[in-house]
């Protein structure tokens, strides 16, 4: 079997040349560095759910959050606003207090309060 040299170099040639643009091709952007800050300063664990307005396919929970832990939950992109669902881990996880924000241009802190019979989920700012 014959090699021919030249076809094999130019292979090479044009797969360095693919190789070296998906290098300097640019990262995609998954979201935005506006964000939901939540910190629990209830006696439950805590469960929070997001429903982002617009973007479909995005919604996701921060589950069975303990006691003194914060956290956050960064906007999408292409969401325009979002509702946050509150819920405990000893209450079969239904919804127990609600909130909603509309503007996704800027951050939002909250604090979880009470007991587990009566969890609340309040603004504080940031």
Same mark, same amino acid.
């Given at each position: 079997?014959?090699?021919? =040299?030249?076809?094999?170099?130019?292979?090479?040639?044009?797969?360095?040349?693919?190789?070296?643009?998906?290098?300097?091709?640019?990262?995609? %952007?998954?979201?935005?560095?506006?964000? +939901?800050?939540? !910190?629990?300063?209830?006696?439950?664990?805590?469960?929070?759910?997001?429903?982002?307005?617009?973007?479909?396919?995005?919604?996701?929970? =921060?589950?069975?959050? $303990?006691?003194?832990?914060?956290?956050?939950? %960064?906007? $999408?992109?292409?969401?325009?606003?979002?509702? +946050?669902?509150?819920?405990?881990? +000893?209450?079969?996880?239904?919804?127990?207090?609600?909130?909603?924000?509309?503007?996704?241009?800027?951050?939002?802190? %909250?604090?979880?309060?009470?007991?587990?019979?009566? $969890?609340? +989920?309040?603004? !504080?700012?940031?």
């Amino acid at each position: 079997m014959q090699v021919n =040299h030249r076809a094999v170099f130019g292979l090479l040639a044009v797969g360095a040349a693919c190789f070296s643009t998906v290098l300097s091709a640019p990262a995609a %952007y998954a979201g935005s560095d506006n964000y +939901i800050q939540i !910190t629990n300063s209830g006696a439950f664990l805590a469960n929070t759910c997001y429903k982002w307005r617009d973007a479909e396919g995005k919604n996701y929970c =921060h589950k069975v959050r $303990p006691v003194g832990d914060t956290w956050r939950a %960064y906007f $999408p992109a292409e969401a325009t606003g979002a509702k +946050i669902d509150l819920s405990t881990s +000893i209450v079969d996880y239904a919804t127990v207090d609600t909130t909603s924000v509309s503007d996704t241009n800027r951050n939002y802190c %909250y604090t979880l309060t009470g007991a587990v019979d009566r $969890p609340k +989920i309040e603004e !504080t700012g940031c």
